[in-house]
């Protein structure tokens, strides 16, 4: 017997969406007007019509399209080889029988518990000897695979992969890289797709390594973003003007993976 959702049901999630959307709504209505709405006693809830003109201010103050291009680079960049290398470390420690194998698992989860900021002056010596320091490539190489992803797509391939796959391929002659590209692939890309939404936000929204990492001239979006804040005056609608910039390309980012994810939500459910 199916049981369709109540009103119940149905109030919770409308209230679930409005909650979320309401800080990028308010970022935007802000970003619409002067600072001045701040200090109204009722702010105003409809959009001003000032959002174009403090768009231009912000791309005048910063180094705005040169900061837009370093983060696609670096984002898009680190997204595609975390997914890579992941999915195939991920498939190694899921299905792979080596010398070995559970101790190496063990150390990659163990690096989850070492915090980044005890990496951070060794990094940027490694960065600096290799010739990297202010360069993109200072931002991307160390971040080119993480803990997290392999541990995420080991767990995932475990389940959504059956060995007798594996092993039929083989018996069909398929190289592991064939059983890779053709029989892992397809069973985790749901997984995949979210690890890619999940690296793309977090790097896009790294903001101490590349502060460390790269200088005024050769900045990331996020640390561009953060010259508008540095005076003695801060004028808030800017503020929230790049900040409502910054996020639309993660909302695309979103958009184009979340038929993917809710795929995978749904052959979950399906299993269960």
């Not at 174009?52 to 370093?70: H, Q």
């Not at 999915?87 to 518990?113: D, E, P, Q, S």
């Not at 997984?191 to 390594?209: G, K, R, V, Y």
């Amino acid at each position: 017997m199916i049981h369709r959702p109540n009103f119940l049901v149905y109030g919770l999630l409308i209230a679930f969406v409005l909650g979320s959307a309401f800080p990028f709504y308010w970022s935007f209505l802000v970003a619409s007007r002067d600072s001045s709405m701040l200090s109204e006693r009722v702010p105003p809830l409809l959009p001003g019509g000032n959002f174009l003109s403090n768009a231009a201010k912000v791309i005048d103050t910063i180094p705005f399209w040169k900061a837009l291009g370093n983060s696609i680079i670096v984002s898009g960049t680190v997204t595609l080889t975390t997914v890579l290398f992941s999915t195939l470390a991920g498939f190694a420690f899921a299905k792979l029988r080596f010398r070995g194998r559970n101790i190496l698992f063990v150390f990659v989860v163990a690096t989850l518990a070492v915090p980044t900021q005890l990496g951070i002056i060794p990094l940027y010596m490694a960065m600096a000897e290799f010739g990297w320091a202010n360069e993109l490539e200072a931002v991307i190489v160390p971040n080119l695979v993480t803990a997290i992803g392999v541990f995420w797509m080991r767990q995932y391939t475990v389940e959504a992969l059956p060995y007798e796959l594996v092993e039929a391929a083989r018996m069909d002659g398929c190289s592991m890289i064939r059983v890779f590209w053709h029989v892992c692939l397809p069973a985790v890309r749901p997984a995949a797709a979210f690890l890619a939404m999940f690296t793309f936000m977090q790097s896009w929204n790294d903001f101490l390594w590349p502060l460390v990492a790269l200088d005024a001239t050769n900045p990331t979006l996020q640390v561009a973003l953060e010259k508008l804040q540095s005076g003695y005056y801060v004028d808030y609608s800017l503020v929230l003007a790049g900040t409502t910039m910054a996020t639309v390309p993660v909302l695309i980012v979103f958009v184009l993976l979340g038929r993917q994810i809710v795929a995978g939500i749904m052959q979950g459910a399906i299993k269960g």
